[in-house]
């Protein structure tokens, strides 16, 4: 658990690593909707060699207390929670023992910012990260970000649904009595392409972690919270937009969709290539909302990729300023 300047509490999942080992640059994970920091465990053991790695459970999620007012749920206000974390963990500074572990402790004065990686609302959470603090971001990379589409679809529609007051809380509790193991499994035969793949230790474990969400008692005003922001990202005008935040992103960018995403479309990976002004887009074959968890490896190469041909590993980079490289099939 690690607190930030402001007395929030937010709490980090990280690899393990020795005080002696060499500096390595810092990768920071960020969850999506009814996500943790759990979600990252499989790429960041893909990446670990060569970095170090964190996720953060936003507030409200995970281990992390929820916040203090309902707008704290929303994209700007966790924006604002994970730009502090990074000020404190690549900001040089007095920090006792206690605080933070060895590996992070070994990238505290790594000067540059930090490898930004986003799933779903985490995605739209970095973007505008990206967008307000460039000091603080080396490169971003976006899978299945939930940037704004206002095409309803079939698998989408109950989001507007759980932002209606009261109604929303009403069904998302009545979710909630449903067995665990149902639902673990709802989610994995949306969010994977082919939920086959999940094997039954993770499986095991995504049910204890729900379990562990149950007893917290604020889950469904979490989910609901998420809901309602994701809506009014979604309506909010151009000029405000995380489309136009997108457009202020000077960093590279990686932002990768899954051909059977159910909850974002790949059409959206052509404006995407439109939006970011330095950015390779990819559609990653055989593949669903969460890619990292889905294709850790085949997410690691891609991110890997990225980072080589930009030269951000050591914090120089090369730049290639208004780059479009093709969307793969």
């Known amino acids: 658990m690690v607190t930030l300047d402001s007395g929030q509490q937010v709490w980090l999942a990280e690899t393990a690593g020795s005080v002696g080992e060499a500096r390595k640059d810092l990768v920071l994970c960020v969850h999506g909707m009814s996500g943790a920091a759990t979600n990252w465990t499989d790429l960041m053991a893909e990446l670990a060699p060569d970095f170090a790695c964190a996720a953060v459970d936003l507030p409200g999620s995970g281990f992390s207390p929820p916040p203090k007012t309902r707008f704290g749920y929303s994209i700007m206000a966790h924006a604002g929670t994970v730009i502090a974390l990074i000020e404190a963990l690549t900001v040089p500074r007095d920090v006792p023992s206690n605080v933070l572990s060895n590996v992070l402790s070994n990238v505290l004065s790594n000067k540059g910012g930090v490898h930004l990686v986003g799933n779903s609302m985490g995605g739209a959470v970095a973007v505008r990260v990206a967008a307000s603090r460039p000091d603080l971001v080396k490169t971003l990379t976006l899978i299945s970000p939930a940037l704004p589409d206002r095409m ?20 998302v509790r009545k979710y909630a009595r449903l067995p665990a193991e149902n639902r673990v499994a709802g989610v994995f035969d949306v969010c994977y392409y082919d939920p086959a793949h999940v094997g039954p230790e993770q499986f095991a474990l995504e049910v204890a972690d729900l379990r562990k969400r149950d007893e917290l008692g604020y889950d469904a005003d979490v989910i609901v919270g998420a809901a309602r922001t994701l809506v009014g990202e979604t309506l909010r005008p151009r000029r405000l937009s995380l489309w136009r935040a997108a457009e202020r992103v000077t960093v590279p960018a990686l932002v990768m969709f899954g051909s059977h995403d159910q909850l974002v479309p790949p059409r959206l990976a ?57 969307v793969d099939a």
């Open 152 to 171: 309803l679809r079939r698998e989408t529609v109950h989001f507007p649904v759980i932002a209606l007051p009261f109604v929303g809380a009403r069904l």
């Open 270 to 326: 052509a404006t995407a290539a439109r939006a970011f002004p330095d950015v390779r887009v990819a559609v990653l074959p055989l593949t669903g909302h969460i890619a990292q968890m889905e294709r850790p490896g085949l997410v690691a190469a891609r991110f890997r990729e990225m980072v080589a041909e930009t030269g951000t590993s050591d914090g120089s980079s090369r730049g290639n300023s208004g780059r479009r490289d093709p």
